[in-house]
C-alpha cells in the first residue's frame, strides 16, 4: 500500500479509536513524539552531509553559478514574503491552540527584545564542531557545512595538482553516510502512519473532532499560498520577462506537475523536467544548470511552507513574534531549504530544525504531521516549476527568444 494510502487509513483508524475510547487514547500520543524525535536525530547530520556533498560535487563557472543564485534568490526571497504574508493575514495558527493539543503548552516566548543582528550572527558561528548538532541549529549546521565542504574542494585541488588520488576515498565515504541516513530516514518516514494514527486517536479522544478546524486552516492557508508562488509569481516572470506564452509553458508543464504530485519528490521527477524543457526549446546547458544543479537552491516550496509553518505554530501557542524574529525565522528558512534536494519529507524535516533554531517549541510538530502528506505534495510541485522556471530565465538572460517556436 503506498505510503499516502497508509497515512489515510491511520487517520480513519485514530479518528475512529479516538471517538470510541475517549481520554483512554491519551497515550497513543506519544508514538507521535516519538517518531518526530527519531526525525530530528536524524535531520541535524543528514543535512550537513546533503550541502557537504552538494558544494563537493558541483562544478560550475563562477559567472554562470552568480546568475543561478541571483535568480533563486529573488524567487526564495518572494516564497518567504507569501509565507510570512499568508500567516499574518490568516492567523490561521489560532484555529489550532496548543493550550488544548500538545504537551508543551506552557512553553514560553522567545526573547522579545529587538534584534542585534550582528551579534546575533556572531552567535550563529559555533564555538566546537559538535555544537550545531547538539543544538539543532540550522544556521550553524549550514555554515560549518559549507566550510567543510569548500575546504574539501580546495585540498582536492591541491591534491589534482600534485597527481595524488587520496581524496577520492573521502569523497566516496561523503556520498555512502548520506546515502546510509537517507536509509535510515526512509525508515523513519515509513513509521508515519503509525505515528498519524496515534497523535489522531490522542486529539479525537481528548477533543472529538475539534481539531480538524485548525487542520484545515493550516492546509488551506498553506495551499493558497504556493498556489499564489506558481500562479503569481511564476505566470509574472513568463510573461513579463521572459515572454513565454502560458498556454505554452503549462502544456510542458503538466506532465511534471502530475508526477511530482504522486512521486511527491522534485528529484525523482528530474528526468521529466529535462524532457519538458527540452520541448520548450530551453538548452542543454541553462536546463541542467537550473534543474539539475540549481535542484539544490530551487526549493521555493519549502522555503514558504516553512516561513507560514513557523508563524502558525508560534500563534498555536500564543507566542508574538516580532519582526526582527520573523526575519530571523525566515533566513533560517531559506538557509534550512539550500541542499536538501533528495531528502524524503525535505520540508517537515527541516521544519523541526528552524523551530529550533528560532526558539519555538516542537510540541505541535506530531498533529501536524497527520496532514503533511497534503501539503507536501504542493511543496513537491512549486519545486518543479521552480526548477523550470530557473531553467527558462537562465536561458532568456543569454538571449533566447521564447516568442517563437522551438526548433528541433
Known amino acids: 500500500m503506498p505510503l499516502t494510502l497508509q497515512i489515510v487509513a491511520a487517520m480513519a483508524c ?17 508514538l507521535g513524539r516519538v517518531v518526530i524525535q527519531l526525525i530530528k536525530a536524524a535531520a541535524a547530520p543528514l543535512l550537513f552531509l546533503a550541502i557537504v556533498h552538494a558544494v563537493i560535487k558541483t562544478e560550475v563557472g563562477l559567472r554562470a553559478a552568480g546568475r543561478m543564485i541571483a535568480i533563486a534568490t529573488v524567487n526564495a526571497t518572494i516564497a518567504l514574503s507569501i509565507g510570512l504574508m499568508i500567516s499574518n493575514v490568516f492567523e490561521a495558527g489560532r484555529h489550532l491552540p496548543a493550550s488544548a493539543f500538545a504537551a508543551g503548552a506552557g512553553a514560553s516566548a522567545p526573547d ?5 543582528f550582528l551579534k546575533t550572527a556572531a552567535g550563529f558561528v559555533p564555538t566546537s564542531f559538535a555544537q550545531p548538532f547538539v543544538e539543532n541549529n540550522i544556521i550553524m549546521l549550514v555554515f560549518l557545512a559549507l566550510l567543510v565542504g569548500f575546504g574539501f574542494r580546495r585540498v582536492r585541488g591541491q591534491q589534482e595538482a600534485r597527481g595524488e588520488r587520496s581524496y577520492q576515498a573521502v569523497e566516496a565515504g561523503v556520498g555512502s553516510l548520506l546515502s546510509v541516513l537517507e536509509t535510515v530516514l526512509g525508515w523513519i518516514i515509513r513509521l508515519v502512519p503509525l505515528a498519524v494514527f496515534g497523535v489522531v486517536a490522542k486529539a479525537a479522544g481528548e477533543h472529538g473532532l475539534q481539531p480538524l478546524r485548525g487542520l484545515g486552516a493550516y492546509v488551506l492557508v498553506g495551499l493558497g499560498g504556493l498556489a499564489l508562488q506558481a500562479l503569481v509569481t511564476y505566470q509574472a516572470w513568463l510573461a513579463l520577462y521572459v515572454g513565454l506564452p502560458l498556454k505554452r509553458f503549462w502544456r510542458e508543464a503538466r506532465v511534471p506537475v502530475v508526477y511530482a504530485a504522486g512521486a511527491n519528490s ?22 541542467t544548470l537550473g534543474a539539475c544543479v540549481g535542484t539544490n537552491l530551487n526549493n521555493d516550496g519549502i522555503i514558504l511552507y516553512e516561513a507560514m509553518a513557523v508563524l502558525f505554530v508560534a500563534q498555536a501557542h500564543g507566542i508574538e513574534l516580532t519582526l526582527g524574529q520573523q526575519v530571523l525565522a525566515a533566513v533560517s528558512c531559506m538557509v534550512a531549504a539550500a541542499g536538501i534536494a533528495g531528502v524524503p519529507e525535505a520540508g517537515f524535516v527541516s521544519l523541526s530544525l528552524v523551530l529550533a533554531t528560532v526558539g519555538l517549541p516542537l510540541e505541535l510538530l506530531p498533529l501536524l504531521l497527520t496532514v503533511d502528506w497534503i501539503v507536501a505534495r504542493g511543496r513537491s510541485i512549486v519545486n518543479v516549476l521552480s526548477d523550470m522556471l530557473t531553467s527558462i530565465i537562465l536561458d532568456r538572460w543569454e538571449g533566447r527568444n521564447f516568442r517563437r517556436a522551438p526548433t528541433h
Open 14 to 30: 485514530g479518528l475512529g479509536l479516538g471517538l470510541l475510547v475517549g481520554p483512554s487514547a491519551a497515550g497513543l500520543g506519544e
Open 266 to 287: 522534485s528529484l525523482a521527477t528530474l528526468p521529466v523536467t529535462l524532457r519538458s524543457l527540452e520541448r520548450l526549446g530551453v538548452s542543454k546547458e541553462s536546463a
Open 112 to 116: 522579545a527584545r529587538p534584534i542585534d
